[in-house]
């Protein structure tokens, strides 16, 4: 055992998907061409004045609901002063002396089976910078389309005690914030950013250790990671007998390593101050009323109802609320009318399995609800096989209508006992040996015969309708 | 020839209507005037000689709107309001090339009624000076006496509408812009409430005392554009949702009781006596014409500046950041520089002597360290200042006292001297602390100079003012009076 303690503080940047930016009326929309996205506003020009976007402030308060946060009633902006190109105004809006919420947990549940309370401090709305790049010509571009999205900041109190725990937390607060709808929090489309603070000190010191600040952390096995590799760095260092600056470093993926940016010698003045271009905000217990009434299903309350209402185990509650995208899916396919069981077995096995070989979200391949409830109801009326499901299955992925691909291809279940009775009767004919092992007591015998009828058939056959027509024939020889 | 001296916006609407004159011809007269008075006042830092004739062609094309008073009439704005395709430069090296891509809120409404804007006016350089001699463009002259500062900042709004150049003008005022101009020129210049007049288009400088304002020769002129630019607008949010009444309306009721506070503070020791007099004078004039005076006190509002200076040096520091030489107007930008470098070079170079002392002065008080022993403590100042008012006002209709603690001063006597600069406006920036509305009109003259009476009153209740100021300006004539020198 070590005989040091690790402090962990995470701060999570969540981009909001509301339909305009923070303080002007210019779309928020990722992936658009440099600077389509701006105007005036967020140009910083001259003259113009920030008017605040009520559906901002509510995606702040449903984040703080769905974190169990106290909401601030009082609410007013504060400027947080820089120079930077991608900061045109060189200052960022935001609500350093009233966040929205403060005061609230998100409880994880450990591989141990235990669970703990990760606190947060506090969560506070505010506006994006634009984004630079390095042309590489000796200047730099500035693209001002993100310039003003709203975000809101999660931060942690510093309970979080190690990477795995850091891991599980960055997963529930993801799965939380997804699932009240107010941000896509992806990692990769920069929707969701995390900022680490990690200090390790020897047990029972009164004193935390200083704090390094970890940057370029771009998913959350990369936040694993570079918390690993830092908490043992600090106390190589530490052992050592060094002393563990107070600095900024950044996570190198293919060391899995964290490598100094650069050295910190007193804390940056932002020279904050209320920005006096925008009135106090009143948050009023009517207020919150609607906003908690408009607050979707979270994850936990979902997992609740697919077991009570769709008898699934536990575990497979768990793995369809993952993504507020599968929940909602799950939810389409079987509202459609298809078995929830199956449903939720095909989800978990080959939709699952799907994604993952071709690294896609649900929402961006061709499969829809409607095209898996079809499949899946074809099954529960016996049209077709389980069998003949798994080339259903590959069409709907490319967007094939099931019922349509399965006519056409002529996949429909053999069930007609004129039909299979003859093919049974031959089968029968070329087996005795089975039928003697049947009659003497081997039940096994009949799952020689229905194979062999499915053989026959090309796996079309109705396994069902010819297993009793098998006892029936058996029965008369 | 029209004589703006002999005229008001009635008598040119109806002029405009009878068609004794086209907007045509009177924008060419405002700017001739405009341009033969440059060489003297050096009122202008932009004459629009093409936009302005085409916009008054239009009009006239259209004909003028009987129903309108401001149709067809020329205006000149100061430089820090925004106007589309017309230059913008705050009065700034930084913004000398600025042309703006859209129009403030007050131009959008005044364009809508049909006026026609000469130029923009000369100002101390983002307003930040009470004698327009921190303007890039050089200094303007006073109407009065040309070797006098005209105030400031709105000083070019001022000295044009003094010297029978232009009929009204737009100005700003954050600590007294508007009403001390106004005062050092004889003129009527209003500070509207806080909140009653978007902002959105006026070059910040202190945001949360910034409002845009008329400058006119009458009182009666000076409701009329109020009420044309006042009203909640969606891109200003700290515009109130106030009705906006007719504020001629009632303006003849006279002051027969009315109750009038005259705070002791506003003629304290230090104050000019020529200014006191001609003051006290008028204030007797009200008293004999019926309302009820009696000594007030506002004893927190000497610390007025101290506060003011913090608070509005503070928010300047952080509104005036966006200047970077990156988007738009002055550039130091060169080959191979460094980011850093060009922040430098451009501010540097950008920025005059005074805004640079209150960019540094503002990003002092709102350092770490400071914060609560500067701006924290004015924001708390601020409240004791707006209390003093409130109590006032509990029992008094309106306040009267000097605009100025002196009159205008020589050109170039207090530039070396910026706390004496200051103190100038010492009864001026308790208001915009407060958020009231205040008022400056011409009391009298000493030593051949315009002596400004405030008229203070509540919040939204401009209309009191308004009927306040008539009442004295009817019964002095002094609107009569004018510098004498027709260009």
Known sequence: MSSFETTIGLEVHVELKTKSKAFSLSPVNFGDPANENTNVIDWGYPGVLPSANKGALESGMMAALALNAQITRDVHWDRKNYFYPDNPKSYQVTQQQTPIGHDGYVEIKKEDGTSKRIGIKELHVEEDAGKNSHSGKGYSLVDLNRQGTPLVEIVSQPNISSPDEAYLYLEKLRQLIQFTGISDVKMQEGSMRVDINISVRPIGAEKYGTKVEIKNVNSFQYAKNALAYEEQRQRDELMAGHIIGQETRRFDEPTKSTILMRVKEGADDYRYFPEPDLPVIHVSDEWIKAVKSSLPETADDRIARYINKFALSKKEAAVLTQTLEMANFYDQVVDDGADPKRTANYLIGDVNAYLNETQLDLQDTKLTPGHLSGMIKLIDNGTISTKQAKKVFTAITDGEEPKAYVEKNGLVQLSDPNKLTPIINQILDDNQQSIDDFKGGKDRAIGYLTGQVMKKTHGNANPKIVHEILLAELKKR | ?487
């Open chain 2, 1 to 487: 020839m029209t004589d703006f001296f002999n005229e008001n916006l009635t008598s040119l609407h109806k002029k405009l209507v009878d068609k004794e004159i086209s907007a045509t011809e009177l924008t060419k007269e405002a700017l001739n005037k405009s341009k033969s008075s440059q060489s003297e006042i050096n009122a202008f830092i932009t004459i629009d000689d093409e936009g302005a004739l085409k916009r008054a062609a239009e009009i006239d094309a259209v004909g003028i709107d009987p129903d309108n008073i401001l149709s067809g009439i020329p205006f000149a704005i100061k430089d820090n309001i925004v106007t589309k395709g017309l230059k913008t430069t705050a009065a700034s090296h930084i913004l000398d090339n600025f042309v703006p891509v859209y129009d403030a809120t007050v131009i959008e409404k005044l364009n809508e009624l049909g006026i026609v804007t000469i130029g923009k006016t000369n100002m101390d350089e983002f307003a930040m000076g009470g004698s327009t001699e921190t303007s890039y463009f050089g200094k303007t002259a006073n109407a009065w006496d040309h070797t006098k500062v005209p105030g400031g900042s709105s000083g070019g709004s001022a000295s044009s509408v003094a010297s029978g150049v232009i009929p009204v003008a737009l100005g700003s005022d954050t600590g007294g812009s508007i009403r001390q101009p106004a005062a050092f020129n004889g003129i009527v210049g209003l500070k509207p409430t806080y909140g009653r007049v978007s902002r959105w288009g006026l070059i910040a400088f202190g945001s949360s005392l910034d409002q845009i304002g008329p400058l006119t020769r009458t009182v009666e002129d000076n409701a009329r554009v109020l009420a044309a630019i006042s009203g909640k607008d969606q891109r200003d949010t700290t515009t109130e949702d106030q009705s906006v009444p007719d504020f001629t309306k009632g303006i003849k009721k006279g002051v027969k009781d009315l109750r009038i506070g005259v705070p002791k503070e506003y003629f304290a020791k230090g104050i000019d006596e020529g200014v006191k007099d001609v003051v006290k004078k008028a204030i007797a004039k009200y008293e004999s014409s019926g309302a009820k005076v009696d000594e007030v006190s506002l004893p927190h509002s000497k610390y007025g500046i101290a506060a003011y200076y913090i608070l509005a040096s503070s928010e300047a520091s952080s509104n005036l950041e966006r200047f970077d030489g990156i988007r738009y107007g002055f550039s130091a930008r060169q080959d191979g520089q460094t980011l850093e470098d060009l922040y430098v070079r451009t501010r540097s170079e950008g920025f005059g002597d005074e805004v640079k002392r209150r960019i540094m002065l503002g990003t002092f008080a709102l350092s770490a360290g400071f914060y609560d022993a500067y701006f924290k403590k004015a924001a708390q100042v601020r409240t004791l200042i707006v209390n003093d008012f409130a109590k006032v006002f509990e029992n008094h209709d309106i306040i009267l006292g000097p605009t100025t603690t002196s009159p205008a001063f020589d050109l170039g006597s207090e530039n070396d001297d910026p706390v004496k600069m200051y103190m100038n406006d010492l009864l001026t920036i308790p208001l915009n602390l407060a958020g009231l509305p205040g008022m400056s009109i011409n009391a009298g003259f000493t030593d051949g100079l315009p002596v400004g009476l405030q008229i203070i009153g509540k919040r939204f209740d401009e209309s009191t003012i308004y009927k306040t100021a008539y009442a004295f300006e009817q019964d002095s004539q002094l609107f009569t009076k004018h510098p004498g020198v027709n260009f």
